[in-house]
């Protein structure tokens, strides 16, 4: 898997839009490029199906914990967006997964929580309120539990599509958040379309917890030195883009050229026009990327 790291811009971006990772610099957001980009939603992250190069690999290098002892879960976020909604999936090592009866419960045990504070306008409020917060979870009936938790209120359904599956070593999701959700969440005092170039500030947590609910290890991305879950302090800004990721780009065969099917694993090429677009904004915002061999 390929992965972003947080952290200051150390050294050119390549043509091939890799770069050497460092650590995030404290106080400042680490600019995320999201790619337009229309994922099936079953709860298997496929090849080719998300931005392998963009994705973030939550670390104890970018991540701190507020219970637990240690961070050892292996977690991948993945993340694009269309006209219906913004897309996310991740990929989570754990190799005891603990799973509610209902939906409710879904912040007890394990879970990944998003947060997001669309247009940075929440984080006016400088407070922990005000946040739009999403815990995200395996249930026992075999379906992805989500609970959507209002401006630091109490935990309530919301809508969205999503599955998940087991693998070898953990568990994975994908889902949907349509916009329609978003934009009416927001709506309270805030006026935030979905549109290209605009930003999303980001929170991800991971919650890895007992079948009691007592905690194993939770964990949050941090840019402040500190755990904070105040918008103000959100760690990612997320930028939408209508470009289509370079790691995702099909190379157009030539005139007369015969096309053959593509292995499903089999790398692509990017248009160079769109490498170059992505390599200006990338080192104009400070992003640092990396991709893992």
Not at 31 to 42: E, S
Not at 53 to 65: E, H, K
Not at 173 to 192: K, N, Q, R
Request: proline fraction near 4%; charged fraction near 20%.
């Amino acid at each position: 898997m390929k992965k972003i790291l947080t952290g200051v811009l150390a050294v050119s971006l390549l043509a091939s839009l890799a770069i050497s990772a460092s650590a995030l610099e404290d106080a400042e957001r680490t600019d995320v490029t999201v790619y337009k980009n229309t994922p099936t939603i079953d709860g298997v992250i496929n090849d080719g199906e998300w931005d392998q190069d963009n994705a973030i690999d939550i670390t104890a290098d970018n991540a701190m914990l507020w219970g637990g002892d240690e961070i050892n879960n292996l977690v991948y976020f993945y993340y694009s967006w269309d006209e219906n909604g913004l897309y996310l999936a991740a990929d989570v090592s754990d190799t005891d997964v603990c799973k509610p009866a209902d939906t409710s419960e879904v912040y007890n045990l394990d879970a990944f929580q998003f947060a997001m504070d669309p247009g940075g306008m929440i984080a006016a409020d400088g407070a922990y309120g005000g946040a739009m917060f999403y815990s995200i979870g395996p249930m026992q009936d075999g379906t992805l539990g989500a609970v959507y938790h209002p401006y630091g209120g109490a935990p309530e359904d919301f809508d969205y599509t999503g599955a998940y599956t087991m693998t070898d070593d953990g568990w994975q999701f994908e889902m949907i958040i349509p916009w329609t959700s978003v934009e009416i969440l927001a709506g309270d005092g805030y006026d935030w379309k979905h549109a290209d170039g605009e930003i999303i500030n980001a929170l991800l947590c991971v919650l890895d917890r007992e079948e009691d609910g007592a905690v194993a290890h939770t964990y949050q991305i941090t840019n402040a030195g500190a755990v904070t879950f105040a918008p103000a302090d959100y760690p990612l800004e997320l930028h939408l883009s209508t470009f289509v990721a370079p790691s995702l780009e099909v190379e157009e065969p030539a005139a007369g050229e015969d096309v053959e099917a593509p292995a499903e694993s089999a790398p692509t090429t990017a248009d160079a026009g769109i490498v170059a677009a992505a390599a200006v904004m990338a080192v104009a915002a400070g992003v640092v990327l990396s991709k893992k061999h």
